[in-house]
């Protein structure tokens, strides 16, 4: 494995307590992969981009364009591209993704560069890496969940769209709750630390595939 990126889709940046865990993940992969190439990508700033009438227009031409939008979209996608592992540590907001999340989505899922159609199917073009997905919610969306979840399967399929399937979500959940909290964290410290790809005491050759 030769670079990871990390996604921060946090508006509190890195004292979100997900990140503290994407953090741990980085830090396992280093000391597996020494030298290992990390590209960080913070979602939060306000300044991060938009979709614009003119990257409208240029995805449904699929044609290059210079608009910020498109150039944004470059960016973020060859970030994929140039990377073999992902990480994105995000807020549960309302049941599903956060906005800047939804933007990076609606920015990345291009047809003709990130995916493509065969038999009427959407296709990923982009190559399959190991990923995780660490969720932080102040509600509790699994086990008996008190409150839905749309995000585990709206990622799950947002990334099988570009071909991304190897993937794991780690949930660090009931935050609203400062008395569960560090039992939450603890709880997803422990699913960090057996994950074959992510955890501690991982093998060198670990499979990107």
Same mark, same amino acid.
Do not use: C
């Given at each position: ?15 979100? $307590? ?10 396992? /992969? ?9 590209? @960080? $990508?913070?979602?939060? !700033? ?10 409208? $227009? ?9 608009? !910020?939008?498109?150039?944004?979209? @470059? +960016? /973020?996608? %060859?970030?994929? @591209?140039? =990377? ?11 049941? =599903?993704? !956060?906005?800047? /999340?939804? /933007? ?5 899922? +291009? ?17 399959? %890496? ?15 969940? =008190? ?20 993937? +794991? ?20 410290? %422990?699913?960090?630390?057996?994950? !074959? ?13």
């Amino acid at each position: 494995m030769k670079s990871v990126l990390l996604l921060n889709a946090s508006p509190f940046g890195e004292n979100a $307590r997900g990140y503290q865990l994407a953090l741990q993940a980085i830090s396992n /992969l280093q000391a597996a992969h020494p030298g290992i190439d990390v590209i @960080e $990508r913070d979602l939060a !700033p306000a300044d991060f981009g938009r979709v614009t009438p003119d990257y409208a $227009r240029a995805i449904i031409s699929r044609v290059a364009h210079d608009s !910020p939008a498109f150039f944004q979209s @470059e +960016r /973020l996608i %060859r970030e994929l @591209e140039e =990377t073999d592992a992902l990480i994105i540590s995000t807020p549960m907001h309302n049941y =599903t993704v !956060p906005a800047v /999340l939804k /933007l990076w989505i609606d920015l990345v899922l +291009r047809a003709g560069r990130s995916f493509g159609f065969r038999d009427g199917r959407k296709v990923g073009l982009l190559d399959d %890496r190991p990923t995780v997905v660490i969720v932080a919610s102040g509600g509790t969306v699994t086990g008996k969940a =008190t409150q839905p979840d749309h995000l585990t399967g709206y990622l799950t399929d947002v990334l099988a769209t570009i071909g991304i399937t190897n993937l +794991r979500f780690i949930h660090v959940q009931g935050l609203a709750e400062d008395s569960n909290a560090a039992h939450s964290l603890s709880q997803g410290q %422990r699913a960090l630390d057996a994950d !074959p790809r992510f955890g501690r005491g991982l093998k060198s050759d670990v499979s990107v595939g």
